[in-house]
């Protein structure tokens, strides 16, 4: 036999040869070896050879979450954030997309192909998937069903580093009582149980800010930051802006709060004026019920200035911490397809990833970025690069790199935007007289289709525009970031950070 045919040395002389045509000396024989393209892409493969995976223990977790942002709200938020600082968009590079370790993540809940918030944060902060519409309840369990749901309730995370002597955090824009934050620290058979006049009548089970508190009392929630002050206030009173509060049994939670030590904040004000790191708890609830879109913000602190507070805070505990960030409100401006505020706080979640990543280290450190689910948010071709995420989708220019400056037109002869949305209250489907559904596209021009308060058109009509299934992404640095690849189930997040926390 002739020695280079041999199968064995066949295959170890091509792999000599692949490696050594990834060579930068030879890479230059290449006529396209001076591309910006080709030598950034060389730099992404130095920086892949020269990542080295974190196997210490994990002094502190952080897991942010974007309510709502699966990849392609992700995609549009990528495009926005990189237009606003003066590029096509393509290119730009948010915090979370510079981590080495990234993976696709199945949605589902245990009941549902399209799954709510309430069993995706359940699966990150416990390790199991749940039904939809209950939190940190096992699936043997109906929705609402009080009596058995109280016997069958599972330990979060936030319990099991809180034994360890671990602080814990959990931030919101949406009501700290609402889905995602309330899987930090509560069990129930309905999410919609936010204050007592949700229990049902001869149900034993504690309501969610009721359970905040007790968390609390426990020593396992140290700091909470979000909206949904009124279900934490009797409904004889009324706060700081006026508004009364949801409350009918007389409990003002805020004061009981006060009474075990607790600083609590209403506003910009008072936030800034926090004792950060004395060991005592912070309760900080900056609406009656939602925070304010970032687009709309004043008088409350941004997800990036809580963020800071929260990590200065929990620093203090030598043991470390589990911080829990959402960025909910991305979900609620999906459901009334609304992208340009779903873009803003997109973009004000990146900020509060972006510090973060400056106020911790990632020997110590995971930081894990994700969303609990998509939407159904769609993206129209065929557009020019630069084409505004928010605007019309323009025609690609054959001489040039950005846009032409000219709108594609649909089969009506009519302009369409970048963004839509599969169903929902932008549909151009009207109620017609007799109960029926009809309609055509409007015409359309850039400066409408920019607005802030411009609703993306939509197919099927809906109230509130939906979830859907697909994937998410997870991005990850820092402790056994590594664990994250592929194709995974949500709730093997909870055991990634498990792990990280107890490795030895």
Known sequence: ?????????????????????????????????????????????????????????????????????????????????????????????????????????????????????????????????????????????????????LD?????????????????????????????????????????????????????????????????????????LGGGRAHFLPETVTDVEGKAGKRTDGRDLTEEAKAMGAQVVFADTDFAALTKGDNAPVLGLFEASHMKYEADRTGEPSLAEMTAAAIETLSANEEGFYLSIEAGRVDHANHDGNAYRVLTDGKAFADAIAKAVEMTNAEDTLIIVTADHEHAISFNGYCGRGSNILGLCMKEDGAGTAHSGEPNLAADGKPYTVIGYLNG???????????????????????????????????????????????????????????????IEQNVIFHVMRHAVTAE
């Not at 792999?15 to 890479?27: E, N, Q, Y």
């Not at 519409?133 to 058995?148: L, P, R, S």
């Not at 979060?156 to 671990?166: L, P, R």
């Open 152 to 224: 069958a309730g599972v330990k979060t995370f936030a319990e099991i580093v809180s034994e360890m002597g671990k602080s814990v955090g959990v931030i919101s824009t949406a009501r700290i009582t609402h889905a995602t934050p309330a899987a930090v620290y509560a069990r129930t058979a309905s999410r919609d149980w936010e204050d007592n006049t949700g229990i049902p009548e001869g149900c034993a089970q504690k309501d969610i800010a009721d359970q905040l508190i007790e968390q609390m009392k426990a020593g396992v929630i140290d700091l909470a």
């Open 425 to 487: 209250a932008g549909s151009v489907l009207v109620e017609q007289a007799d109960k029926t559904y009809a309609g055509s596209r409007p015409d359309l021009t850039e400066e409408q289709a920019t607005d802030i308060d411009y609703l993306q058109q939509a197919l099927i009509p809906m109230s509130s525009e939906t979830h859907s299934g697909e994937d998410v992404a997870v991005y990850a640095r820092g402790p056994w970031a590594h664990l994250f690849g592929g194709t």
């Open 1 to 149: 036999m002739i020695l280079w045919r041999h199968p064995v040395l066949k295959s170890f002389l091509s792999g000599v040869a692949f490696v050594a045509l990834a060579t930068p000396a030879l890479a230059q024989e290449l006529p396209q070896a001076s591309s910006p393209w080709f030598t950034a892409a060389q730099e992404t493969i130095a920086a892949r050879l020269a990542n080295q995976p974190i196997t210490g223990r994990a002094k502190n977790v952080i897991l942010f979450t974007a309510d709502g942002n699966g990849v392609g709200t992700n995609y549009a938020i990528r495009l926005f954030s990189g237009q606003q600082a003066g590029g096509l968009g393509d290119e730009y590079v948010q915090p979370q997309e510079t981590f080495p370790n990234v993976a696709l993540v199945k949605t589902y809940s245990s009941n549902g192909q399209t799954p709510d918030s309430a069993p995706t944060a359940m699966a990150m902060n416990t390790g199991i998937k749940g039904k939809n519409g209950m939190i940190n309840i096992q699936d043997t369990v109906a929705e609402k069903d009080c009596v058995a749901g």
